[in-house]
């Protein structure tokens, strides 16, 4: 069964459909990542997942469990998964640790000491142990970016959602988020991971999907939907930002 | 695309649910509202004291004469809560500015701000009105005024600008630092900066706390009534010394709650159609 079930989601804001009867299938274990240019409707999906956006119509379903039902308690939901956004949206009045803290002292209820404990292990794991009494405004982005992965992490996700994780950085910082996900995913964690970062598909996907128009055009692994994309949209999308030149009119 | 799409039953099912639960929450809110509503009126009404109350507080013919008289000193209070917020807007703008303003040169205008701002909160209004209104004119100067009016307008403008200074310190200091990085990145002064980018962003965000400032004053520009003007409050004790009924206070009370939640609507009304939502929205 997969871990996560997405059948005919559809979500616009006005007139503006964002998402048009998408379908996605995540396997436990599995990382999914995400490409499409920018409005093609990867953050919308992470945020529908999420349950940040209520969707239009479709269901989504996190193992086995119709988490788009009206019925469902939205919090408890969330709290199965981790989410980490594009700006980080640390808790700036909040030191690092208190950012990690927070939900499992507030959420899951865990005894300060422990959840302290636990918070210090997790920033050990992204190399950030020794900033545990700083303010998020005192880090570099990446770090900032690892700190709030060290956020999600705490809580024992069964989903991971990454939504542009690495588009707010420096090229120089990029590399060290990117490393952390790979180790993550050598944990086995299971991801969905919207990217610009080819490299990074290339490295860590066990599945591609190319968005366009608020569904999926193609989907496959990495080597096939990057390597040798058997949609036009796709081939158009993946010259554009590989020259960094929009195509050219026969690519239409 | 938006016209084709037809919600599944599904989708239909959940919209039911969702209004179903809308509508009950609807009951809910109007039933215990009934309840509590009819609970303290039953209270009210059934009190031993209750007709002697009615009669002393809510007598409808005494309302009815008292009426024009505090309607003509509400007008009074009108005139000088518009007049005064325009003078407290621009005086406490100079002071937030003036706090804000960074380097050595401008430390006297920061701590002439801060002084000010001490000073005029910490003091009681009613003090400031009797020195300015009472004390000013006894001193016989040449050419110094000795209205009521305009002595009670100065102590009003004077203790609230304090209080709106401060509120729009809280605005400006709450606009982020890349606001100001980016305004002057453009080429702008610091003055334009501030004019054009800050205060803005500032005033839009404090618009709530200002309102609160407003509609005190239209409450307190009552208190000019200690120098002998006759505004609402003043006219309805005068109505009531003849016969010690209280209604027309209660009639004066009834007009400044009718003046307060038209500007209270009107200004989050303006507030939302300049895009302004802040935290909030569906999560």
Known sequence: MSLLSVQGVRKAFGANVVLDDLSLEVEPGECVVLIGASGSGKSTLLRCVNLLEVVDDGVIELEGQDITDPRVDADATRARMGIVFQAYNLFPHLSVLDNITLAPVRVHRLPRVEAKSRAMAMLERVGLQDRAAARPDELSGGQQQRVAIARALVNEPTLMLLDEVTSALDPELVGEVLDLLTALRSDGMTMIVSTHEMGFARQVADAVCFLDGGRIVERGTAAEVLGNPRQQRTRTFLSRITTGLPGTVQDR | MADVWTPSPRQRERDAYRRDRTRRSGLAAAASTLVLGGAVVLALTTSPGWPRVQHTFFSPEKAWSSLPAVAQG??????????????IAVLGMLLAVMRTLRGPIFFPLRLFS????DLFRGLPLLLVLLLLGIGVPALRLQGVPKDAVFWGG??????????VAEVLRAGIESVHPSQRAAARSLGLSHAQSLRFVVLPQAVRRVLPP????????QKDSGLIAVLGVIDAIRAAQIETATDFNYTPYVVAGILFVCLTIPMVRVTDWFARKQGFHGAGGIV
């Open chain 2, 74 to 87: 509400l007008w009074l209070n009108v005139r000088i809560m518009l007049v005064c917020a325009v003078l």
């Open chain 2, 210 to 217: 200002l309102m609160n400032d407003l509609v005190s004053l």
């Open chain 2, 114 to 117: 801060a002084a000010y701002t």
């Open chain 2, 154 to 163: 100065t102590a009003l403008v004077l203790s609230y600008s304090a209080y």
